[in-house]
Protein backbone atom coordinates (compact mmCIF):
# COMPACT_ATOMS: atom_id res chain seq x y z
CA UNK A 1 0.00 0.00 0.00
CA UNK A 2 2.77 2.82 0.73
CA UNK A 3 4.47 2.11 -2.53
CA UNK A 4 1.43 2.53 -4.44
CA UNK A 5 0.92 5.74 -2.07
CA UNK A 6 4.52 6.60 -3.11
CA UNK A 7 3.82 6.01 -6.96
CA UNK A 8 1.21 8.04 -7.05
CA UNK A 9 2.50 10.88 -5.31
CA UNK A 10 5.45 10.73 -8.06
CA UNK A 11 2.94 10.66 -10.87
CA UNK A 12 0.67 13.90 -9.62
CA UNK A 13 3.98 15.71 -9.42
CA UNK A 14 5.21 14.81 -12.49
CA UNK A 15 2.31 15.84 -13.66
CA UNK A 16 2.06 18.97 -11.88
CA UNK A 17 5.44 19.72 -13.41
CA UNK A 18 4.48 18.92 -17.08
CA UNK A 19 1.51 21.52 -16.21
CA UNK A 20 3.41 24.53 -15.42
CA UNK A 21 6.49 23.87 -17.38
CA UNK A 22 7.35 26.97 -19.79
CA UNK A 23 7.56 26.06 -23.36
CA UNK A 24 11.33 27.11 -25.29
CA UNK A 25 10.73 30.61 -26.86
CA UNK A 26 12.42 29.57 -29.89
CA UNK A 27 12.04 26.61 -32.04
CA UNK A 28 15.74 24.46 -32.71
CA UNK A 29 17.09 25.50 -36.39
CA UNK A 30 18.26 22.94 -38.19
CA UNK A 31 20.88 23.16 -40.72
CA UNK A 32 23.24 20.92 -43.50
CA UNK A 33 26.65 21.46 -43.27
CA UNK A 34 29.69 19.62 -44.63
CA UNK A 35 33.27 19.06 -42.19
CA UNK A 36 36.44 17.97 -43.22
CA UNK A 37 39.17 17.54 -41.89
CA UNK A 38 43.52 16.54 -42.71
CA UNK A 39 43.24 12.76 -43.82
CA UNK A 40 45.99 9.83 -44.81
CA UNK A 41 45.28 6.17 -45.08
CA UNK A 42 45.12 4.30 -41.92
CA UNK A 43 43.50 7.39 -39.51
CA UNK A 44 39.49 7.13 -40.85
CA UNK A 45 38.18 7.06 -37.43
CA UNK A 46 39.88 9.55 -36.26
CA UNK A 47 39.76 11.65 -39.34
CA UNK A 48 35.87 11.27 -39.20
CA UNK A 49 35.58 12.52 -35.43
CA UNK A 50 37.30 15.10 -36.76
CA UNK A 51 35.12 16.33 -39.34
CA UNK A 52 31.90 15.67 -37.61
CA UNK A 53 33.78 17.96 -34.84
CA UNK A 54 34.18 20.57 -37.74
CA UNK A 55 30.86 20.05 -39.24
CA UNK A 56 28.93 20.75 -36.01
CA UNK A 57 31.39 24.10 -35.44
CA UNK A 58 29.99 25.20 -38.49
CA UNK A 59 26.18 24.57 -37.56
CA UNK A 60 26.86 26.90 -34.59
CA UNK A 61 28.12 29.61 -36.43
CA UNK A 62 26.13 29.56 -39.38
CA UNK A 63 23.11 29.59 -36.61
CA UNK A 64 25.03 32.65 -34.99
CA UNK A 65 25.12 34.00 -38.87
CA UNK A 66 21.58 34.56 -38.53
CA UNK A 67 21.38 36.43 -35.59
CA UNK A 68 24.08 39.08 -35.86
CA UNK A 69 25.36 41.07 -38.55
CA UNK A 70 27.87 40.61 -40.97
CA UNK A 71 30.07 43.17 -39.96
CA UNK A 72 29.69 42.21 -36.19
CA UNK A 73 30.90 38.29 -36.92
CA UNK A 74 33.90 40.20 -38.51
CA UNK A 75 34.40 42.41 -35.61
CA UNK A 76 33.98 40.91 -32.94
CA UNK A 77 34.77 36.75 -34.41
CA UNK A 78 37.53 36.08 -31.68
CA UNK A 79 34.96 36.97 -28.68
CA UNK A 80 32.32 34.63 -30.52
CA UNK A 81 35.15 32.28 -31.40
CA UNK A 82 36.53 32.03 -27.77
CA UNK A 83 32.88 31.80 -26.34
CA UNK A 84 30.55 30.29 -28.20
CA UNK A 85 32.14 28.08 -31.02
CA UNK A 86 34.34 26.63 -28.28
CA UNK A 87 31.62 25.17 -26.96
CA UNK A 88 29.71 23.78 -29.84
CA UNK A 89 28.27 20.30 -28.31
CA UNK A 90 26.82 22.34 -25.97
CA UNK A 91 24.02 23.50 -28.81
CA UNK A 92 23.78 20.55 -31.09
CA UNK A 93 21.09 18.93 -29.19
CA UNK A 94 21.04 15.73 -31.97
CA UNK A 95 22.68 15.38 -35.84
CA UNK A 96 22.47 12.55 -38.26
CA UNK A 97 25.27 11.60 -40.48
CA UNK A 98 24.49 12.66 -44.28
CA UNK A 99 27.22 10.97 -45.98
CA UNK A 100 31.18 10.46 -45.45
CA UNK A 101 34.01 9.58 -47.02
CA UNK A 102 38.29 10.63 -47.83
CA UNK A 103 38.43 12.34 -50.55
CA UNK A 104 42.46 13.03 -51.63
CA UNK A 105 43.80 14.29 -48.35
CA UNK A 106 40.62 15.37 -47.00
CA UNK A 107 38.13 13.35 -44.94
CA UNK A 108 34.48 15.17 -45.75
CA UNK A 109 31.10 14.31 -43.47
CA UNK A 110 27.99 16.23 -44.71
CA UNK A 111 25.40 16.29 -41.05
CA UNK A 112 21.90 17.52 -40.70
CA UNK A 113 22.06 19.27 -37.06
CA UNK A 114 19.64 20.40 -35.28
CA UNK A 115 20.99 23.71 -32.98
CA UNK A 116 19.27 24.73 -29.91
CA UNK A 117 18.59 28.48 -30.82
CA UNK A 118 17.50 29.25 -27.54
CA UNK A 119 20.98 28.84 -25.63
CA UNK A 120 22.69 30.25 -28.13
CA UNK A 121 20.43 33.48 -28.10
CA UNK A 122 20.97 33.75 -24.49
CA UNK A 123 24.69 33.01 -25.43
CA UNK A 124 24.93 36.16 -27.84
CA UNK A 125 22.71 38.56 -25.64
CA UNK A 126 24.79 37.82 -22.69
CA UNK A 127 28.05 38.98 -24.56
CA UNK A 128 25.69 41.92 -25.62
CA UNK A 129 26.24 41.15 -29.65
CA UNK A 130 22.57 39.89 -30.23
CA UNK A 131 21.02 43.95 -30.01
CA UNK A 132 24.36 45.25 -30.43
CA UNK A 133 23.32 46.49 -33.80
CA UNK A 134 19.92 47.90 -33.51
CA UNK A 135 20.49 50.07 -30.65
CA UNK A 136 18.54 48.48 -27.86
CA UNK A 137 15.53 50.14 -28.28
CA UNK A 138 13.84 51.95 -25.28
CA UNK A 139 10.79 49.81 -24.50
CA UNK A 140 7.52 51.59 -23.04
CA UNK A 141 5.11 49.02 -21.75
CA UNK A 142 1.38 49.83 -21.56
CA UNK A 143 -0.65 46.29 -20.16
CA UNK A 144 -4.35 46.62 -18.86
CA UNK A 145 -4.74 44.33 -16.44
CA UNK A 146 -7.67 42.13 -15.14
CA UNK A 147 -7.13 39.81 -11.81
CA UNK A 148 -9.66 38.04 -10.23
CA UNK A 149 -12.21 40.17 -8.96
CA UNK A 150 -10.58 43.62 -10.10
CA UNK A 151 -11.60 45.60 -12.84
CA UNK A 152 -9.02 46.21 -15.59
CA UNK A 153 -6.29 48.38 -14.16
CA UNK A 154 -4.24 50.59 -16.42
CA UNK A 155 -1.59 53.18 -15.24
CA UNK A 156 -2.81 55.96 -18.01
CA UNK A 157 -5.73 55.84 -16.71
CA UNK A 158 -4.12 57.68 -13.49
CA UNK A 159 -1.84 59.93 -14.99
CA UNK A 160 -0.84 62.91 -13.07
CA UNK A 161 -1.92 61.27 -9.52
CA UNK A 162 1.84 60.48 -8.38
CA UNK A 163 0.08 57.64 -5.59
CA UNK A 164 -2.21 56.07 -7.55
CA UNK A 165 0.18 55.52 -10.58
CA UNK A 166 2.78 54.17 -8.15
CA UNK A 167 0.60 51.53 -6.55
CA UNK A 168 -1.33 50.63 -9.88
CA UNK A 169 2.35 50.22 -11.55
CA UNK A 170 3.43 47.80 -9.22
CA UNK A 171 -0.16 45.90 -8.89
CA UNK A 172 0.22 44.98 -12.42
CA UNK A 173 1.89 41.16 -12.48
CA UNK A 174 2.33 40.70 -15.81
CA UNK A 175 3.94 43.95 -16.91
CA UNK A 176 6.06 43.55 -14.10
CA UNK A 177 7.09 40.03 -15.50
CA UNK A 178 7.32 41.46 -18.92
CA UNK A 179 9.78 44.37 -17.77
CA UNK A 180 11.61 41.42 -16.05
CA UNK A 181 12.25 39.36 -19.12
CA UNK A 182 13.13 42.26 -21.40
CA UNK A 183 15.50 43.60 -18.90
CA UNK A 184 17.06 40.18 -19.07
CA UNK A 185 17.57 40.39 -22.77
CA UNK A 186 19.61 43.57 -22.45
CA UNK A 187 15.96 45.80 -23.62
CA UNK A 188 16.17 49.32 -22.16
CA UNK A 189 12.93 50.02 -20.69
CA UNK A 190 10.80 53.08 -19.83
CA UNK A 191 9.47 53.50 -16.31
CA UNK A 192 6.45 55.62 -16.30
CA UNK A 193 6.01 55.65 -12.57
CA UNK A 194 9.71 58.01 -12.80
CA UNK A 195 8.13 61.02 -15.38
CA UNK A 196 4.77 60.85 -13.58
CA UNK A 197 3.18 64.21 -13.85
CA UNK A 198 5.85 65.59 -16.65
CA UNK A 199 3.15 65.70 -19.40
CA UNK A 200 -0.28 65.20 -20.08
CA UNK A 201 -2.51 62.12 -21.79
CA UNK A 202 -5.79 63.61 -23.79
CA UNK A 203 -9.15 61.77 -22.42
CA UNK A 204 -9.10 59.52 -25.41
CA UNK A 205 -6.30 57.42 -24.40
CA UNK A 206 -7.65 56.88 -21.07
CA UNK A 207 -8.96 53.00 -22.15
CA UNK A 208 -8.23 49.84 -21.75
CA UNK A 209 -8.35 48.73 -25.11
CA UNK A 210 -5.66 51.60 -26.45
CA UNK A 211 -4.51 52.72 -30.08
CA UNK A 212 -1.85 52.28 -31.83
CA UNK A 213 -2.35 56.20 -32.38
CA UNK A 214 -2.22 56.30 -28.49
CA UNK A 215 0.23 53.93 -27.90
CA UNK A 216 2.57 55.80 -30.28
CA UNK A 217 1.62 59.48 -29.18
CA UNK A 218 2.47 58.74 -24.74
CA UNK A 219 5.17 56.79 -26.37
CA UNK A 220 6.91 59.72 -28.20
CA UNK A 221 6.20 62.31 -25.05
CA UNK A 222 7.82 59.66 -22.87
CA UNK A 223 10.95 59.19 -25.18
CA UNK A 224 10.54 55.36 -25.92
CA UNK A 225 11.00 53.80 -29.39
CA UNK A 226 9.11 50.83 -28.74
CA UNK A 227 5.69 50.70 -26.87
CA UNK A 228 4.14 47.14 -26.06
CA UNK A 229 0.16 47.57 -25.73
CA UNK A 230 -1.85 45.01 -24.87
CA UNK A 231 -4.40 43.44 -22.31
CA UNK A 232 -4.21 40.60 -19.64
CA UNK A 233 -6.68 39.12 -17.63
CA UNK A 234 -7.16 35.93 -15.17
CA UNK A 235 -10.11 34.02 -14.47
CA UNK A 236 -10.89 30.69 -11.97
CA UNK A 237 -10.36 27.47 -13.46
CA UNK A 238 -12.66 24.30 -12.48
CA UNK A 239 -11.99 23.92 -8.90
CA UNK A 240 -11.64 20.07 -7.54
CA UNK A 241 -14.46 18.88 -4.98
CA UNK A 242 -13.94 19.36 -1.57
CA UNK A 243 -10.56 21.04 -2.08
CA UNK A 244 -9.58 24.30 -0.76
CA UNK A 245 -6.85 24.77 -3.84
CA UNK A 246 -8.53 26.18 -6.96
CA UNK A 247 -6.74 26.52 -10.32
CA UNK A 248 -6.64 29.70 -12.31
CA UNK A 249 -6.45 31.05 -15.87
CA UNK A 250 -4.89 33.83 -17.30
CA UNK A 251 -4.28 35.15 -21.02
CA UNK A 252 -2.57 38.14 -22.62
CA UNK A 253 -2.16 39.57 -25.94
CA UNK A 254 0.03 42.52 -26.98
CA UNK A 255 2.02 44.13 -29.95
CA UNK A 256 5.03 46.28 -30.52
CA UNK A 257 4.43 49.30 -32.13
CA UNK A 258 7.69 51.57 -32.91
CA UNK A 259 6.76 54.86 -32.41
CA UNK A 260 8.76 56.63 -35.12
CA UNK A 261 6.52 55.15 -37.97
CA UNK A 262 4.06 53.07 -36.49
CA UNK A 263 5.15 50.04 -37.94
CA UNK A 264 4.43 46.84 -35.56
CA UNK A 265 6.89 44.94 -34.89
CA UNK A 266 5.75 41.90 -32.88
CA UNK A 267 2.01 40.45 -32.03
CA UNK A 268 1.42 37.50 -29.81
CA UNK A 269 -0.46 35.82 -27.17
CA UNK A 270 0.47 34.02 -23.98
CA UNK A 271 -1.01 31.64 -21.40
CA UNK A 272 -0.43 31.13 -17.90
CA UNK A 273 -1.87 27.83 -15.67
CA UNK A 274 -1.68 28.08 -11.38
CA UNK A 275 -3.23 26.13 -8.32
CA UNK A 276 -3.52 28.00 -5.38
CA UNK A 277 -5.37 28.34 -1.90
CA UNK A 278 -5.74 31.84 -2.01
CA UNK A 279 -7.59 33.19 -5.95
CA UNK A 280 -5.69 36.80 -5.91
CA UNK A 281 -2.43 34.70 -5.74
CA UNK A 282 -3.56 32.26 -7.99
CA UNK A 283 -4.52 34.97 -10.53
CA UNK A 284 -1.25 36.90 -10.48
CA UNK A 285 1.07 33.47 -10.62
CA UNK A 286 -0.95 32.68 -13.62
CA UNK A 287 -0.84 35.87 -15.38
CA UNK A 288 2.95 36.28 -14.36
CA UNK A 289 3.46 33.13 -16.27
CA UNK A 290 1.45 33.72 -19.58
CA UNK A 291 3.36 37.04 -19.53
CA UNK A 292 6.65 34.92 -19.57
CA UNK A 293 5.65 33.22 -22.14
CA UNK A 294 4.34 36.41 -24.24
CA UNK A 295 7.75 38.15 -23.72
CA UNK A 296 9.74 35.18 -25.47
CA UNK A 297 7.88 35.23 -28.03
CA UNK A 298 7.67 38.77 -28.29
CA UNK A 299 11.40 39.49 -28.15
CA UNK A 300 11.72 36.47 -31.50
CA UNK A 301 9.75 38.90 -33.23
CA UNK A 302 10.94 42.08 -32.04
CA UNK A 303 14.69 40.82 -32.79
CA UNK A 304 14.32 39.13 -36.03
CA UNK A 305 12.25 42.19 -37.33
CA UNK A 306 15.41 44.87 -36.32
CA UNK A 307 18.04 42.29 -37.16
CA UNK A 308 16.47 42.03 -40.63
CA UNK A 309 16.43 45.81 -40.91
CA UNK A 310 19.99 46.36 -39.90
CA UNK A 311 21.25 43.66 -42.59
CA UNK A 312 18.94 43.94 -45.30
CA UNK A 313 18.76 47.35 -44.79
CA UNK A 314 15.60 49.79 -46.06
CA UNK A 315 14.07 53.16 -47.09
CA UNK A 316 15.26 55.50 -45.20
CA UNK A 317 13.55 59.11 -45.04
CA UNK A 318 15.72 62.47 -44.76
CA UNK A 319 14.19 65.42 -44.55
CA UNK A 320 16.56 68.44 -46.34
CA UNK A 321 16.27 72.02 -44.73
CA UNK A 322 17.47 75.24 -45.56
CA UNK A 323 18.58 74.60 -49.53
CA UNK A 324 19.26 77.53 -51.43
CA UNK A 325 20.46 76.37 -54.55
CA UNK A 326 18.82 73.28 -56.69
CA UNK A 327 22.10 72.06 -57.57
CA UNK A 328 23.23 71.51 -53.99
CA UNK A 329 20.72 68.98 -53.33
CA UNK A 330 21.60 67.39 -56.77
CA UNK A 331 25.75 67.47 -55.33
CA UNK A 332 24.31 66.40 -51.89
CA UNK A 333 22.90 63.14 -53.43
CA UNK A 334 25.61 62.63 -55.67
CA UNK A 335 28.21 63.02 -53.13
CA UNK A 336 26.47 60.55 -50.67
CA UNK A 337 26.01 57.95 -53.60
CA UNK A 338 29.12 57.26 -54.53
CA UNK A 339 31.33 57.95 -51.44
CA UNK A 340 28.78 55.92 -48.51
CA UNK A 341 28.94 52.40 -49.11
CA UNK A 342 25.54 50.49 -48.40
CA UNK A 343 23.61 52.80 -50.68
CA UNK A 344 21.50 51.06 -53.15
CA UNK A 345 19.34 54.22 -54.88
CA UNK A 346 18.24 57.94 -54.04
CA UNK A 347 14.50 58.67 -54.63
CA UNK A 348 13.68 62.72 -54.30
CA UNK A 349 9.65 62.41 -53.07
CA UNK A 350 9.72 66.62 -53.11
CA UNK A 351 11.58 69.67 -53.25
CA UNK A 352 9.57 73.39 -52.14
CA UNK A 353 10.60 76.35 -50.17
CA UNK A 354 13.90 75.48 -49.64
CA UNK A 355 12.97 72.26 -48.11
CA UNK A 356 13.12 68.58 -49.77
CA UNK A 357 12.15 65.09 -48.64
CA UNK A 358 14.64 62.42 -50.00
CA UNK A 359 14.84 58.03 -49.61
CA UNK A 360 17.83 56.89 -49.57
CA UNK A 361 17.66 52.64 -49.79
CA UNK A 362 20.67 52.08 -47.41
CA UNK A 363 21.93 48.79 -46.45
CA UNK A 364 21.94 49.99 -42.52
CA UNK A 365 19.51 52.10 -40.24
CA UNK A 366 19.20 55.95 -40.09
CA UNK A 367 21.91 56.55 -37.17
CA UNK A 368 24.48 54.60 -39.26
CA UNK A 369 24.05 56.83 -42.30
CA UNK A 370 23.61 59.95 -40.47
CA UNK A 371 26.99 59.25 -38.70
CA UNK A 372 28.71 58.31 -42.33
CA UNK A 373 27.33 61.90 -43.67
CA UNK A 374 28.37 63.73 -40.23
CA UNK A 375 31.78 62.65 -41.33
CA UNK A 376 32.09 63.60 -44.85
CA UNK A 377 33.62 66.96 -45.91
CA UNK A 378 30.83 68.46 -48.60
CA UNK A 379 33.16 71.46 -49.80
CA UNK A 380 29.92 72.64 -52.21
CA UNK A 381 28.14 72.79 -48.71
CA UNK A 382 30.25 73.93 -46.02
CA UNK A 383 26.83 74.77 -43.51
CA UNK A 384 25.83 70.92 -44.04
CA UNK A 385 25.14 69.40 -40.75
CA UNK A 386 23.29 66.51 -39.34
CA UNK A 387 20.74 68.08 -36.84
CA UNK A 388 18.59 64.65 -35.29
CA UNK A 389 18.39 61.15 -36.59
CA UNK A 390 16.01 58.38 -35.57
CA UNK A 391 15.89 54.41 -36.69
CA UNK A 392 14.15 55.42 -40.34
CA UNK A 393 14.78 59.21 -40.43
CA UNK A 394 17.28 61.67 -40.54
CA UNK A 395 17.56 65.91 -40.33
CA UNK A 396 19.50 67.52 -42.39
CA UNK A 397 20.14 71.17 -42.92
CA UNK A 398 22.29 73.27 -45.89
CA UNK A 399 22.79 76.24 -43.75
CA UNK A 400 20.32 78.48 -45.29
CA UNK A 401 17.28 80.36 -44.93
CA UNK A 402 14.64 78.13 -43.03
CA UNK A 403 10.67 78.35 -43.97
CA UNK A 404 8.73 78.13 -40.45
CA UNK A 405 7.99 75.03 -39.71
CA UNK A 406 4.03 75.07 -39.93
CA UNK A 407 1.96 75.68 -36.57
CA UNK A 408 -0.27 72.71 -35.59
CA UNK A 409 -4.06 73.57 -35.63
CA UNK A 410 -5.32 74.00 -32.15
CA UNK A 411 -8.39 72.75 -30.61
CA UNK A 412 -11.21 75.06 -30.49
CA UNK A 413 -10.78 76.14 -26.75
CA UNK A 414 -14.81 76.40 -26.33
CA UNK A 415 -17.95 75.40 -28.53
CA UNK A 416 -18.30 79.24 -29.47
CA UNK A 417 -14.79 78.88 -31.66
CA UNK A 418 -14.57 79.48 -35.34
CA UNK A 419 -16.11 76.50 -36.83
CA UNK A 420 -13.97 75.34 -39.75
CA UNK A 421 -15.79 74.15 -42.96
CA UNK A 422 -15.73 71.85 -45.62
CA UNK A 423 -13.86 72.34 -48.84
CA UNK A 424 -15.12 73.34 -52.15
CA UNK A 425 -15.34 71.64 -55.45
CA UNK A 426 -12.80 73.66 -56.57
CA UNK A 427 -10.25 72.75 -53.49
CA UNK A 428 -11.28 68.82 -53.45
CA UNK A 429 -7.35 67.63 -54.95
CA UNK A 430 -5.96 64.54 -54.16
CA UNK A 431 -3.39 64.60 -51.42
CA UNK A 432 -0.81 62.47 -52.81
CA UNK A 433 0.52 61.89 -56.56
CA UNK A 434 -1.20 59.94 -58.83
CA UNK A 435 0.95 56.73 -57.93
CA UNK A 436 0.22 56.67 -54.43
CA UNK A 437 -2.55 54.86 -52.54
CA UNK A 438 -3.54 53.81 -49.05
CA UNK A 439 -3.34 50.35 -48.39
CA UNK A 440 -5.53 47.85 -46.55
CA UNK A 441 -5.06 44.38 -45.55
CA UNK A 442 -8.40 43.91 -46.22
CA UNK A 443 -11.83 44.66 -47.00
CA UNK A 444 -14.08 47.54 -45.27
CA UNK A 445 -15.43 47.29 -42.68
CA UNK A 446 -13.30 44.76 -40.92
CA UNK A 447 -10.20 46.47 -42.20
CA UNK A 448 -10.51 49.76 -41.16
CA UNK A 449 -6.67 51.51 -41.69
CA UNK A 450 -3.80 51.64 -43.87
CA UNK A 451 -0.41 53.39 -44.44
CA UNK A 452 0.70 55.13 -47.60
CA UNK A 453 2.60 52.94 -50.86
CA UNK A 454 3.99 53.98 -53.77
CA UNK A 455 2.63 51.74 -56.53
CA UNK A 456 5.81 49.89 -58.28
CA UNK A 457 3.67 46.96 -60.54
CA UNK A 458 0.63 47.41 -61.71
CA UNK A 459 -2.51 45.28 -61.28
CA UNK A 460 -3.25 43.03 -64.23
CA UNK A 461 -6.73 42.67 -66.00
CA UNK A 462 -7.72 38.94 -64.20
CA UNK A 463 -5.83 40.10 -61.09
CA UNK A 464 -6.45 43.08 -59.25
CA UNK A 465 -3.20 42.63 -56.70
CA UNK A 466 -0.66 45.52 -57.26
CA UNK A 467 2.67 45.55 -55.09
CA UNK A 468 3.45 49.06 -53.39
CA UNK A 469 6.65 50.17 -51.83
CA UNK A 470 5.89 51.34 -48.59
CA UNK A 471 6.80 54.95 -46.81
CA UNK A 472 6.06 53.73 -43.20
CA UNK A 473 8.42 50.88 -43.29
CA UNK A 474 10.12 50.76 -46.62
CA UNK A 475 9.15 47.24 -47.39
CA UNK A 476 7.09 46.19 -50.41
CA UNK A 477 4.16 44.48 -49.75
CA UNK A 478 1.48 43.02 -52.07
CA UNK A 479 -2.40 44.07 -51.96
CA UNK A 480 -5.65 44.43 -53.51
CA UNK A 481 -7.54 46.83 -51.44
CA UNK A 482 -6.00 50.34 -52.52
CA UNK A 483 -7.38 53.60 -52.25
CA UNK A 484 -6.33 57.04 -53.83
CA UNK A 485 -8.33 59.69 -52.19
CA UNK A 486 -8.94 63.52 -52.11
CA UNK A 487 -10.70 66.18 -49.88
CA UNK A 488 -14.11 65.62 -49.13
CA UNK A 489 -16.51 68.53 -50.17
CA UNK A 490 -19.81 69.19 -47.75
CA UNK A 491 -21.91 67.73 -49.96
CA UNK A 492 -20.48 64.39 -49.59
CA UNK A 493 -20.41 64.38 -45.66
CA UNK A 494 -23.36 62.64 -45.35
CA UNK A 495 -24.75 60.34 -43.21
CA UNK A 496 -23.42 56.51 -43.90
CA UNK A 497 -20.65 58.16 -46.48
CA UNK A 498 -17.28 56.32 -46.28
CA UNK A 499 -14.82 58.88 -45.09
CA UNK A 500 -11.22 58.03 -44.65
CA UNK A 501 -9.02 60.37 -42.15
CA UNK A 502 -5.31 61.52 -41.00
CA UNK A 503 -4.64 59.90 -37.24
CA UNK A 504 -1.55 61.88 -36.64
CA UNK A 505 -2.55 65.40 -35.67
CA UNK A 506 -4.97 64.39 -32.38
CA UNK A 507 -5.24 67.08 -29.87
CA UNK A 508 -8.05 66.76 -27.20
CA UNK A 509 -9.42 64.21 -28.94
CA UNK A 510 -10.35 65.62 -32.06
CA UNK A 511 -8.44 64.60 -34.99
CA UNK A 512 -7.47 67.21 -37.43
CA UNK A 513 -6.19 67.94 -40.65
CA UNK A 514 -2.66 66.77 -41.74
CA UNK A 515 0.00 68.97 -41.96
CA UNK A 516 1.83 70.54 -45.08
CA UNK A 517 4.79 67.91 -44.48
CA UNK A 518 3.89 65.58 -47.00
CA UNK A 519 6.71 63.50 -45.72
CA UNK A 520 4.72 62.84 -42.34
CA UNK A 521 1.63 62.09 -44.31
CA UNK A 522 2.69 59.46 -46.33
CA UNK A 523 4.28 57.50 -43.60
CA UNK A 524 2.07 57.55 -40.90
CA UNK A 525 -1.49 55.83 -40.63
CA UNK A 526 -4.46 56.54 -42.12
CA UNK A 527 -8.04 55.31 -41.27
CA UNK A 528 -11.84 55.06 -42.80
CA UNK A 529 -15.16 54.69 -41.14
CA UNK A 530 -18.90 55.88 -41.74
CA UNK A 531 -20.49 59.08 -40.74
CA UNK A 532 -22.68 58.49 -37.75
CA UNK A 533 -23.07 62.24 -37.20
CA UNK A 534 -23.02 65.38 -39.18
CA UNK A 535 -24.89 67.62 -36.87
CA UNK A 536 -21.83 69.39 -35.63
CA UNK A 537 -20.35 70.50 -38.85
CA UNK A 538 -22.19 74.25 -38.53
CA UNK A 539 -21.25 75.02 -35.20
CA UNK A 540 -17.74 73.02 -34.40
CA UNK A 541 -16.22 72.27 -37.64
CA UNK A 542 -16.98 68.34 -36.78
CA UNK A 543 -18.17 65.30 -38.04
CA UNK A 544 -18.12 62.09 -36.02
CA UNK A 545 -17.11 59.13 -38.02
CA UNK A 546 -17.99 55.73 -36.03
CA UNK A 547 -17.09 57.13 -32.66
CA UNK A 548 -13.92 59.69 -33.55
CA UNK A 549 -14.49 63.17 -33.71
CA UNK A 550 -12.56 64.57 -37.05
CA UNK A 551 -12.49 68.05 -37.85
CA UNK A 552 -14.01 68.82 -41.54
CA UNK A 553 -10.76 69.72 -42.92
CA UNK A 554 -9.52 66.04 -42.37
CA UNK A 555 -12.14 64.39 -44.20
CA UNK A 556 -11.41 62.57 -47.44
CA UNK A 557 -13.50 60.30 -49.87
CA UNK A 558 -12.20 57.97 -52.68
CA UNK A 559 -10.71 59.21 -55.68
CA UNK A 560 -12.82 57.86 -58.55
Known amino acids: MHNRLVSLFIMITASVALLFQQPSYAEPQVVNVTGVAPYSAGNDAKARDMAIQDAMRKAVEQAVGTMVTAETMVQDYQVIRDNVLTKTQGYIQKYDVISSGAKGNLYEVAISA ?48 VK ?14 LKEE ?4 GFNIVDASAVTGKIEISNAYRMADLTD ?32 VGSYLADITASAVRVDTGAVLASA ?8 ISEVTGGTEALERAAKELSGKMIDQITAKWTQEVQAGGLIQITVRGIEEYSDLTGFKDAIKTQIRGINAIYQRSMEGGAALIEVDYKGNAQQLADEIAKKKFADIPKLKVTGATTNTIEITFGGAIAPPAKATEAPS ?19 EADEYIVFDGAFPNYKWGYVGKMVTQPTKT ?41 HNEKEGVYYSP ?20 SLINNRGIVILGGAKVDVSNTFVEKK
Request: proline letters at 3%; hydrophobic letters at 40%; aromatic letters at 10%.
Open 114 to 161: TVAVENLKDDLAALGLLHARVEKPRVLFMIAEQNIGQEYIFWWRWWGD
Open 213 to 244: VGAKEIGRKLGAEVVIKGKAMAKEGPRTSGSN
Open 414 to 432: SSTAPAQQPVSESQAVSLF
Open 463 to 503: NNEAEFLMYNDGSKKWGKFFKTIRRATASELQLGATIYYYT
Open 269 to 276: RGHGVSRH
Open 182 to 185: FINK
Open 515 to 534: PDDKSEVRREQWYRNVVTDN
Open 164 to 177: AVGQHVDMTASETA
